[in-house]
C-alpha cells in the first residue's frame, strides 16, 4: 500500500481519528533529502500495511499543519498513536529508525 496523501481539510480523519498507528512524513518537492527518503516510506508503507498508517503532508501546500506540530526542518517524521505525538524524528534516517518512532 502507497503512503496517504494528506492535507489540512484531510489530517484530522486520516491521522488524528485513525485506530492504527501513523507515521507522518512532513515534506516538499523541492527538498533532496525528503527525495532520498521517499522510496524508504514507501517500503516502509508497504511492509507495515495493516499496522501501521503512513502519511506525507507537503509543508509547501500545508504550511498550518507544518506550524502546527513544529516542523522546521524537513524530512520531518511524526508518529501518532491515538491523535496524539509519541515520537518524532528529524532529517534522512534508516528505516530501522523509522520502525522504532511507530513502536514508541
Avoid: H
Amino acid at each position: 500500500m502507497a503512503s496517504i496523501q494528506v492535507n489540512e481539510g484531510t489530517f484530522e480523519s486520516e491521522v488524528l481519528k485513525s485506530e492504527l498507528p501513523v507515521l507522518v512524513d512532513f515534506w516538499a518537492p523541492w527538498c533532496g533529502p525528503c527525495q532520498m527518503m521517499g522510496p524508504v516510506v514507501e517500503e516502509l508503507s508497504g511492509e507495515a500495511e495493516g499496522k501501521v498508517k503512513v502519511c506525507k503532508v507537503n509543508v509547501d501546500e500545508n504550511p498550518n499543519l507544518a506550524q502546527q506540530y513544529g516542523v522546521m526542518s524537513i524530512p520531518n517524521f511524526v508518529a501518532f498513536k491515538k491523535g496524539q505525538v509519541v515520537a518524532q524524528a528529524v532529517g534522512a534516517v534508516a528505516k530501522s529508525r523509522l520502525l522504532e518512532l511507530v513502536n514508541a
